[in-house]
């Protein structure tokens, strides 16, 4: 007999996936055939660049990368990450302090409340976001402070908001953001750095989208500025960079204290990279740095075909300025979001996600992706011109 599974309250507490019904309808309707364009999914549909993938392939040949890999990676690594974030950023950082490879991004960004967030601690979280960073709060016990992101705001967190939240732990940013591929400008990033040295505030920077970017306009690093290593750790990945989110390597770095306590929490969660992974990263971070220039212009043709095909049927959006994202104000014809993405699937066999799966502030947006081919884009304008 089976027995009775309670779940825990924690997982009790997780708000609802509201991508459910769109991801069940868009399943249903690949199954029966429909030719569906899929502008739902933030995953790069470029390969992974043959030079890495083949420098998987050798390493993978080695006996010597078949067992337990170290906690910390391969020292390296964490050197070839030390040279590529100072070559993009400036930033000097202690390959043996400052940074630890992750298993993706996602994984320390999760992990990260479980070593700084005591029960009922608050942490500010972004409004619309990743939804990792709502969730990895709730398991770690804390108290999640919404941060709305406003268009009048340009998506940035109202800061006034951040210094009047007294006794807030931890507060997580993501610029180039998703779902809004806003991006912070420096002076943004200065006055929150003071704001957490003055009020004990963490930060976690998200930074996955660092090398989409649009018009030659280079997204910073919170690291930039000066004093952010006393309060920030700031969490990096492959995944977008280099096209690999199938493959999972990401990293941490900032603040040596909050990579050691991540450490901590990791030592007693996973074992490690497999080593091969981490020297095809070894590989993709020394690789030619046009690859990922090429890579950018490919996304940045696409941005400019989407809003112009867009605009010209009436539907103006302004251009993101980094991520492959367009978020969207929905169309006057919809009440809502979900309605909005329930009718471009239905009525023009597109999928996008409803701005609401996002956090409430999501309301009244759409986001679709830039990762399916222009000429895919040219047909969804057509197919969207049908129905507005
Ligand atoms: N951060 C943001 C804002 C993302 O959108 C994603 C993935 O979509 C991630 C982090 C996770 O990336 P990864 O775990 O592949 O490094």
């Not at 930060?203 to 997204?219: F, G």
């Not at 309060?231 to 603040?255: D, P, Y």
């Not at 309301?363 to 057509?382: D, N, S, W």
Request: charged share 25%.
């Amino acid at each position: 007999m089976p027995i009775n599974i309670d779940y825990s309250e924690r997982l009790k507490q997780l708000p609802p996936y509201l991508f459910v019904e769109i991801d069940k309808a868009k399943r249903e309707a690949k199954a029966a055939g429909r030719d569906i364009i899929d502008l739902g999914v933030g995953d790069p549909d470029l390969p992974t660049p043959k030079f890495i993938v083949e420098a998987l392939n050798k390493a993978a040949q080695d006996g010597a990368n078949h067992h337990y890999a170290f906690d910390s990676g391969l020292k390296e690594l964490r050197v070839a990450i030390a040279e590529w974030y100072q070559g993009r950023f400036g930033v000097r950082l202690d390959p043996d302090t400052e940074i630890y490879p992750l298993i993706g991004s996602k994984e320390g960004i999760a992990h990260l409340p479980l070593a700084v967030v005591n029960p009922k601690d608050k942490v500010l979280v972004p409004d619309p976001c990743y939804p990792v960073y709502r969730s990895a709060t709730i398991f770690a016990g804390g108290k999640v402070v919404s941060l709305p992101l406003k268009a009048k705001n340009e998506f940035l967190p109202d800061l006034e908001k951040v210094e009047k939240t007294e006794g807030a732990k931890l507060m997580y940013l993501n610029y180039p953001n998703n779902p809004t591929s806003a991006v912070a400008p420096k002076e943004f990033l200065a006055k929150l750095v003071s704001i957490a040295q003055a009020k004990g505030i963490v930060l976690a920077s998200d930074l996955a989208y660092s090398e989409i970017y649009y018009d030659e306009q280079k997204p910073s690093s919170i690291l930039e500025i000066e004093g952010a290593k006393d309060v920030a750790i700031e969490f990096h990945s492959l995944s977008k960079t280099f096209s690999m989110t199938g493959w999972r390597l990401g990293w941490a770095c900032g603040n040596a204290k909050l990579i050691s306590a991540l450490a901590k929490v990791k030592a007693n969660v996973d074992s490690g990279i497999f080593q091969a992974i981490q020297i095809a990263g070894i590989a993709a971070l020394k690789g030619d740095p046009r690859e990922i220039s090429d890579m950018r212009a490919v996304y940045q043709e696409r941005r400019d075909c989407l809003i112009n095909g867009l605009r010209s049927i009436g539907w103006k959006i302004p251009p993101p300025k980094a991520a492959f994202y367009v978020w969207a104000k929905i169309p006057k014809n919809f009440n809502n979001s979900m309605e909005a993405a329930q009718t471009f699937l239905e009525k023009a066999n597109i999928v996008m996600t409803p701005g609401v799966g996002f956090g409430e502030n999501g309301e009244g947006y759409i986001r679709m992706t830039l990762t399916v081919p222009k000429e895919r884009l040219t047909q969804a304008v057509e197919r969207i011109q049908k129905i507005l």
